[in-house]
């Protein structure tokens, strides 16, 4: 009788990547904190100096993707009530944190090898 082998998380990681580049964005806005559709593309927003816009379809559709792929969590409602009760929160899973450090460990590489080749020298 064989038993079949669970996956690691590293293996199931490696199984979403590459990130598109909404997701990696939308991954990095959650490795600090919790937070609803608009405040995510509001910090993608400032933290891309405004050369990414998510608008309403990209965000919300990669969200939904996302969600299917187990690689964020929706926490529903909001717990404080001065907030409004429309919006739904967002936290980043272990696997989601996991395909984040694995997609950035290569844009790193990619990074250094073009800085190695002068790619990134200025004329």
Do not use: C, N, W
Not at 3 to 15: F, G, I, N, Q, S
Not at 17 to 22: D, G, H, R, V, Y
Not at 95 to 114: D, N, Q
């Amino acid at each position: 009788m064989s038993l079949l082998r669970r996956p690691t998380l590293d293996e199931r990681a490696r199984r979403v990547l590459p990130l598109t580049p909404a997701v990696l964005q939308i991954l990095l806005s959650l490795a600090s904190d919790d937070r609803h559709g608009l405040g995510i593309a509001a910090d993608v927003k400032e933290f891309t100096d405004g050369r990414s816009v998510l608008g309403p379809g990209t965000l919300y559709g990669t969200i939904k993707r996302m969600l299917d792929a187990e690689l964020i969590l929706d926490l529903g409602s909001p717990a404080a009530k001065d907030d409004d009760p429309r919006r739904r929160y967002y936290r980043i899973t272990e696997l989601g944190r996991r395909a984040l450090v694995l997609e950035m460990e290569g844009l790193e590489s990619i990074l250094g090898t073009a800085q190695r080749r002068q790619a990134l020298k200025r004329t």
